[in-house]
């Protein structure tokens, strides 16, 4: 079955810092979304995004379907910003069932 | 409009006992999805169902676990004669028909003692 992969794993940064986090998957893939799992284990849809580039406030989101990747920018990043951040695909074998990366745990220190 | 509902939030059984999740998914969605997320790892797919029918069960262990989503009422997994493994965060999704973003709920995190 489809692999969907995150990087880096982990990521510590200051407050202000801003960052890049990619998510690769292994064949196509119909629809993308980006979550954020906040540290009380609450699941914030961020972006859905099978393709094209995207923004809400602070954070953006790009997706080169062509290619087999996606991008999160997180931009001046707050403790609030800390948590898990997962990438999910549906493959195009149109299951209807998302397929969830590994995650990018990230930390932002004050 | 209220999100996508789930309880008990927190829910704690005994080995060998019956745990039943809820979910309500958002107004207007008749798709459910469930998925577990065992600790430190990311979310798995377990059932897709839409409004008394069971679409996809590819990701249900075959025995102990089941799944409903009845013409009126919320959608139910349950998991009978529960084990330490089945610990668990238990995640609900909807959708709206024809639409494939998913609107997740908060959760049930299910401890077996």
């Known amino acids: 079955g489809i692999q969907v992969e995150q990087s880096p794993p982990d990521l510590i940064l200051q407050e202000g810092a801003n960052s890049t986090l990619r998510c690769n998957f292994s064949?196509?893939?119909?629809?993308l979304q980006w979550f954020h799992q906040n540290p009380w284990g609450q699941l914030i849809n961020l972006f859905y995004i099978p393709s094209g580039t995207k923004q809400n406030g602070r954070l953006s989101a790009t997706t080169v379907a062509t290619e087999r990747y996606s991008l999160l920018y997180i931009s001046s990043s707050q403790t609030t910003d800390s948590g898990v951040y997962f990438c999910?695909?549906?493959?195009?074998?149109?299951?209807?069932?998302?397929?969830f990366g590994t995650g990018t745990r990230l930390k932002v220190l004050a | 409009n209220a999100g996508v509902m789930q309880n008990p939030r927190h829910l704690v059984r005994r080995r060998g006992q019956e745990a039943r999740l809820r979910c309500s998914p958002m107004?207007?969605?008749?798709?459910v999805y469930w998925y577990r997320q065992l600790p430190e790892e990311g979310l798995k797919f377990m059932v897709y169902?839409?409004?008394?029918?069971?679409?996809?069960e590819s990701g249900m262990p075959k025995e102990r676990f089941s799944a409903e989503f009845p013409k009126e009422g919320p959608s139910i997994l349950r998991i009978q004669q529960v084990v330490r493994g089945d610990s668990a965060a238990y995640f609900c999704?909807?959708?709206?028909?024809?639409?494939?973003?998913?609107?997740f709920g908060p959760g049930t995190r299910l401890t077996v003692t």
């Open positions: 107004k207007g969605h008749s798709h």
């Open positions: 064949d196509s893939v119909n629809n």
């Open positions: 999910a695909v549906e493959p195009s074998s149109g299951t209807y069932k998302y397929i």
């Open positions: 999704a909807s959708s709206p028909p024809a639409a494939y973003e998913q609107y």
């Open positions: 169902l839409q409004k008394e029918n069971i679409i996809d």
